[in-house]
Structures are given as C-alpha cells and as structure tokens.
C-alpha cells in the first residue's frame, strides 16, 4: 500500500463522523425583521438555566431543543430591541421572534471577516456594507461603481471598461477581491491599475462589503489595504409544500455612453432544491464628458486606420472620448441541495466576457506631436468560475461548522497594440488557471468564546504567449510574451478566536502561517536574461490583535493591531512591460514578500434618535516594498525596446512607505422621513526613494467623499448627493506620476496635478403594484469636466439613467 493510499484512508476514516448526519426531530426557532419580514442571521440566542448558548443561521433560524424548560431566553443582536421569553412563551408563539430595529444600527451582519456570518458588534475592524436596497438606488453600470456607492472606496479609472479600487492608500495587488468567499485575486494581479472587478456583475450582488486594513490572517497574501467581498445570489427554497418561482426583469439606459443593458433572473425553490439563474448584457458607446473644466482633458482627434496608413480624424463632438465603447456579457447559474438540517450543498457556475476595448490613456501619448499609438487596445477580457461549497452542521467534536469550499477559475487577458502608421501589431495573450480548496471551521467553544479556524491551498498555472501579426498581410510570427509559463502555489493554515470577556468587551486575534511556492521558466529568445528559470519559496506568519468596547448601547470603541503580507507574484518576478515612454520592466527573480503592520482606533456613538457620528483612525506601515527602481541587464542599464531605447528597470524590495488617515460618517435624521449622511476620507502617503528622500505615495488618494440628503417614504425613494475630490498638486502627486501629461491637467506654471471636483446629483427609486420598480437619476446635473484622481478618461458629463425592473 502506497502513501498516497495510507493518507486518503486515514482521511476517510476521520471524515466517518460527519459523513452520516443525525435526523433527529428538532425545534426550530426563526427570527425576522418586524418591518421588512426578513431572517436575521447570527442573532444571539442564551439561557443561564438551563445553561445553553446558539445562533441563528443565515435564514435566521436556530435549533433550540436544548432549552427546553427555560424561563428566560435572551434573543439579542445589535441593532434591534433585545427581548426575553420563556420556552413556553415562544412554544405559544409557534416559535417565531419578530425583533423591532432600533433608529441607528452601529452594527452588520458581514461574512468578511472570518467567512461566517456574524454581527460585526464583535469585530475591531471596519467594514462597510452596501445594500442592495442601496444598489438599486444607485443603479452603478459596473462592479467597480457598486463599490464607490459606499462613499469609502476611490475608483481611478485608465479606461471605460475599468475601475480600479484604492484603499487607505493601497490598490491592484495590494487589495484582495473574493465572489462567494473564493480568492480572486491571481499571480499575475500587478502593481499597476487593474480592471478584473468589473467582471462582476451587479446585477447578481446580493450584498457587498469592504473589509478595510489587513486581512492577512484569513485570507493571505495581498490583503494588506483591505478585502472587497462579494455575495451573489443565494438560490432561495420553498416556504411550503408548492415550488415557487420568482425572478426579475431589467432594462436600464445611459444617456453619457448610450448605454443600453438588460438584466433576467429567475429562482426556483422546493423544498431541499433551489436554482438561481441569472443573465446581463451591457452595451456602452462612447463616452461624453462635461462641458466645465480642464481643457487639457479634451482630445478632439482620434485615430482611424485606413488602407495604407493611420488618420488623424477630428471628432465633430470634441466631449465624446474615443475609442472608449464596449460591450459585456454575465452568466450565472447556483444549485443549491440541503438534503436536512445538518447538510448543505451549493454548485455556483460564473461566466463573464467582454469585447475588445480600448485604454483611452495610452491612446493620448504622442510622439514627435503625432498620436504614439494607432492602436492600444485590451482585447477580450473573460473569466469563469466552477465552485462547490459544502457545509456541515454538527454540535459535538472539534467543530459545530464545517465549510469545505473547492473552485476552479479560468482568467484570459490581452494587450493588442501597434504604433501610430506601423504596419506590424502586437498582440499579448495571457491565461490563467486557477484553482482553490478551502476548509473553514467554526466552534462555539462557550457562550462567551468562538474559534474560527481552516486550512488553505491555492494553485495558479499561467502561460503567457507573444505574437507579432503583419496587419496588411494577416502573416504572424512569435512575439515576446509578458510573463514567463509559471506556477504560483499557496498553503496555508490560520487559527482566530473570539471571547467575550463581558457584555461590554470583546477581544479577538488571530495568527496565521502561508508558504508560498513559485517556479517560473523564462524565454530568452527575444532578450538577453542572465537566467532561464526562477524558483522561489518564502513563508510568511501574520497575526492581529483586537477589542470591542460597548460602555452602553449608544457607544461602540474598536481597536486593532495587525500585520499583512504580500508574497512576490509571478507579475512581480517576470513581467516584461513598457511602464513609461523611455524605460521598460524587467524580470527580477530575487524578491521577498514585503510586509504591512497596522494600527486602527475606532469610535462610534449614537445621540439619541437623531444622530450617529463614526470616525475611524488607522497607521500602516510597510517594510520591504516592491517598488519599481532603475535596474541593470548584464552589465547594461537600457535596451531596445518596440523601438525605443528605453531605461531598464525592475521590481525590487527596495524601499519602506507609510500611509495614515481618518475615515469619518455621520447620520442625522431630520425627521422620520429624511435623513442627512456624509462619509469623508483623508489618507497621506509617503515612501522612501533610492536617494534617500521621499515621494508622495502613487494609491494614496486626495480627500474625497459623499454627502446625501435622502427622502424615503412606503413606495417612494428620492435622493440628491454629492461626490467630491480635493486637489493634489504638482509637489502631492508620486515622483512616478508627475510626468503623465497624458492624464493629469497642467497648472499655471505648466505642471501636472489632479485638479479638485464636485458633482451634483439626484435619484429616485419608485416601487408600484409591489412588482414594478422605476429607478431614474441625472448624474453630474452641473456638466462637470473631471477626472478622478490618476485616471487616464473623464467622468461621464450630464448623465441621464432609467431603468425599469419588473419583479415576477
């Protein structure tokens, strides 16, 4: 008998336990909403005598068998009024609790922070929710936008088919994105912008939360800014003995890029099976910007190739920014089996594509006062998802919950450029296999202490290819390619315990250990590296420290200590990439991870009825940075490259860099009816440079927020807010950025900076016959000429949306 044989045996034999549920009759407790009729998950449910202790789960229910014979049975959670029945009182009530919310909630139910569902009253980090009620308010064209409803997260954007979070001065690979609890995230994420969130649909979010500073200890490498989490839709059962059917219908308009989008999905639940279809198509032109503002944001030409040569076209419409238009499509298919009360299976399929779009800011370079590019396109960006998650329920042994999560994603990216009347193109293709396997386990150890716990491995197989086609006579030939063929590998184990110390204080930590493994094999073809292969392998141990302070129900204290990681990827190690007109990336295998500590302190209080203030301060250090620095290739310090003899550099752990900020809420109800809230973010940067003295850092954004005054009564939801950015001048902006007169304005003295913008704007959401919901809103009602801070294309101008969703 072989090894492998003896370890699946013996893994087997431990899996016996769990591999035959109990069916025992049990006493089923639900807890809902007694507004909206909604469960609410992980509500606390205790008794001294007997002395029993459970939550609800994610419909809200709770086994409550044990407390049989009860007097007193507390059902609390932040949030809602707590109450206190006896056994017998719920028996009479048919064993259904209706929890009365209270007027300001300094808590959510989030899975962020562990991959359970919990209130985040026991969690010292900040996380933001945004609700679907929120979403469709807002109406966001992409995933990207969804996350800016939150007021919390900047959004830099090089092109339309975009959006590239920043967070507390973090961004790209420094920032870690789940679907369903799966690491996104993949070894070719890089350090410039990134566009992969807006393969995701909004459409099919059934929440969204942003978990901001590290969160190394459950999720590794990369989630050092923060970890963007998305929940799709959950496949709903049946309430009765019948099958049910339900779904919606959208369309939505756009009149900035002429958007037109449709949206179907359809669920049907019986008793122990659920399906959730869903399907979005987006259409977007080109995009128009406003009439007010810089003119070194108008490009009035745009680049059509003829049959011999490229031309310059002027454009009747100087506003419309060309080539900027797209398309997209999203497929979603869930399967979800829960054969009793302590199994649960769920099949999630994902698919997303889009067409060929180009990166506006590379089509603004010139060269010799000639457009550099006739094309810089990307081309079809796709992704796909296959996961598998299954859940156990069991109250004895080593663990109460067990989740075993097993997903398989496949990511394919491409650059396709040519410059301006060359007829050669270049086109750059890259794949990804991803695939994960994840158990988590959770223990109610005692009513006051919770242990989270799981192991993790991660594999990235990428192959990266590089053709060169003749345009004119369709002929190819190889091409250098981007990356090297490689394999990423991550193993991992964490542990995180929860204990309630009083009614008032809560402590949580965690600790974690991940090794990761890289092995690369490098073409030199085409250029000349002093080496052929690369083989790296570095572990990495984070931990974090944190408490929950309640002095009284109006008072909420947060404070966190943490640590993060970023292990070096195969973009760090291999990639071969134009950064800047003159200079050009080279491979470095010889990095180590850089690692990020952190120190948060958080305050929240209500006044009463009318008024909620949030103000969270948080210090991040991180030491031994990959950042981009002036590099040498046997003995040589430049290259030809596309044509260009061009500075070499590389990533290295070159530096140290800080970032500290404050981020800020309020909520004033005026009346029952409306409300005035504002979120407000302020971030400073800074890391060191090869001589000595420091730069402003590239991701720390200016101050920026939200501010909204809402009016929301039985059907009718209107909403006018406004978004806004500070300046950063020429002296803010990173040394990097200050020569990118492609995307910045210029000043009185003829330098770059990101000039300060405001927008007005007003929604409404109206809800008729409980089944057709009409969303408008006029977007930038003032024509403002802006663009976020380091984006390479304009704000959409004066922007009119409708959309019309009928609920079936």
Do not use: C
Not at 51 to 78: D, H, Y
Not at 475 to 492: F, K
Not at 703 to 717: A, D, M, S
Request: proline fraction near 5%; charged fraction near 20%.
């Amino acid at each position: 008998m072989n090894t492998f044989t003896v370890v699946m045996k013996n893994f087997l034999l431990l899996l016996l336990p769990v591999l035959f549920p109990s069916f025992l009759n049990a006493q089923t407790l639900t807890v809902k909403d007694a507004n909206t009729q909604e469960p609410i998950p992980v509500v606390t449910i205790s008794s001294s005598e007997p002395s029993v202790f459970t939550t609800t789960n994610e419909n809200g229910e709770a086994q409550i068998e044990r407390f049989k014979g009860s007097k007193e049975i507390e059902i609390r959670i932040l949030g809602y009024q707590t109450i206190r029945r006896s056994y017998t009182e719920l028996e009479a009530n048919n064993f259904l609790v209706l929890l009365e919310p209270v007027a300001f909630d300094l808590s959510d139910m989030v899975i962020s922070a562990t991959r359970w569902s919990q209130s985040s009253e026991n969690i010292p980090s900040k996380i933001s929710t945004v609700s679907p009620e929120a979403v469709r308010l807002q109406n966001p064209q992409t995933a990207a936008d969804l996350l800016s409803i939150s007021g919390k997260v900047f959004i830099q954007k090089s092109q339309q088919g975009g959006g590239s979070p920043m967070i507390r001065g973090f961004a790209t690979n420094r920032l870690l994105y789940t679907i369903d609890g799966v690491r996104m995230n993949t070894a070719i994420f890089r350090g410039g912008n990134i566009q992969n969130v807006i393969s995701l649909d909004p459409y099919a979010m059934e929440s969204t939360e942003v978990l901001f500073g590290p969160g190394s200890v459950i999720y590794g490498s990369d989630a050092i800014g923060g970890v963007m989490s998305f929940q799709t839709l959950t496949p709903n059962f049946s309430d009765d003995e019948n099958v049910q059917f339900n779904g919606n219908a959208a369309i939505r308009y756009s009149s900035a890029n002429n958007e037109q989008t449709g949206h179907f999905d359809l669920n049907i639940g019986a008793g122990k099976w659920a399906f959730v279809s869903s399907l979005s198509s987006y259409d977007y032109g080109h995009l128009r910007q406003g009439e007010n503002g810089p003119e070194d944001y108008v490009k009035p030409y745009y680049v059509q190739p003829q049959a011999n040569s490229d031309e310059v076209i002027l454009q009747n419409d100087p506003l419309l920014q060309r080539p900027t238009a797209y398309s997209q499509f999203n497929a979603m298919q869930k399967i979800r089996f829960k054969p009793n009360n302590s199994w649960e299976f769920n099949y999630g399929l994902h698919y997303s594509e889009t067409s060929p779009y180009g990166r506006y800011d590379r089509h603004n370079r010139l060269r010799n006062e000639l457009p550099r590019y006739g094309e810089w396109d990307y081309g079809p960006q796709k992704w796909m998802m296959n996961h598998l998650k299954t859940e156990y329920v069991s109250e004895m042994g080593i663990f109460d919950n067990m989740s075993v999560s097993l997903a398989h994603q496949y990511f394919e990216e491409s650059r396709i450029s040519r410059d301006f009347n060359s007829t050669e193109r270049d086109l750059r293709t890259e794949k990804v296999d991803a695939y994960s396997a994840n158990v988590d386990f959770l223990k109610i150890v005692s009513k006051n202490n919770t242990l989270y716990y799981g192991f993790e491995y991660v594999l990235n197989e990428v192959n990266s290819s590089g053709v060169s086609e003749e345009i004119f006579t369709g002929t190819t030939r190889s091409g250098p390619s981007r990356y090297p063929d490689a394999t990423w590998e991550s193993l991992a184990a964490y542990v995180n315990d929860e204990f309630e110390l009083s009614d008032k204080l809560t402590l949580q930590g965690g600790i974690r250990y991940n090794h990761i493994l890289i092995s690369a094999d490098f073409n030199t073809a085409f250029y000349p590296f002093p080496f052929n292969e690369a083989n790296i392998s570095n572990g990495s141990v984070t931990g974090s420290l944190g408490a929950v302070y309640r002095p009284s129900e109006s008072w909420v204290i947060n404070a966190n200590l943490s640590t993060a990681f970023r292990a070096p990827n195969v973009d760090d190690i291999g990639k071969i990439f134009d950064s800047s007109p003159g200079s050009v990336v080279v491979p470095n295998p010889d990095l180590s991870p850089e690692y990020a500590y952190n120190a948060d302190l958080g305050v929240a209080h209500t006044f009463g009825n009318w008024l909620k203030l949030d103000v969270t301060g948080y210090y991040t250090i991180l030491e031994n940075a990959i950042v981009r620095r002036n590099f040498t290739l046997n003995g040589s310090d430049s290259l030809m490259y596309d044509g260009v003899q061009s500075r070499i550099q590389a990533l290295q752990n070159a530096t140290t860099a800080s970032v500290y900020g404050i981020q800020a809420g309020t909520e004033l109800n005026l009346n029952k009816d409306i409300k005035l809230s504002s979120d407000f973010n302020f971030q400073k940067g800074e890391e060191e440079l090869d001589d000595d003295s420091t730069s402003p850092s590239r991701h720390a954004a200016p101050w920026f927020g939200v501010t909204r005054l809402t009016y929301q009564k039985e059907e009718l939801n209107l909403e006018l807010n406004s978004y806004y950015q500070g300046e950063k001048s020429h002296q803010e902006l990173s040394v990097s950025e200050r020569d990118k007169t492609e995307i910045y304005a210029l000043d009185e003295n003829g330098n770059t900076y990101a000039p300060s913008w405001y927008t007005l704007n007003f929604k409404a959401l109206y809800t008729f016959q409980g089944s057709y919901t009409v969303s408008a809103g006029l977007e930038n009602i003032t024509n403002q000429r802006y663009r976020p801070y380091s984006s390479g294309i304009s704000a959409p101008g004066r922007n009119f949306i409708l959309s019309v969703q009928v609920a079936i």
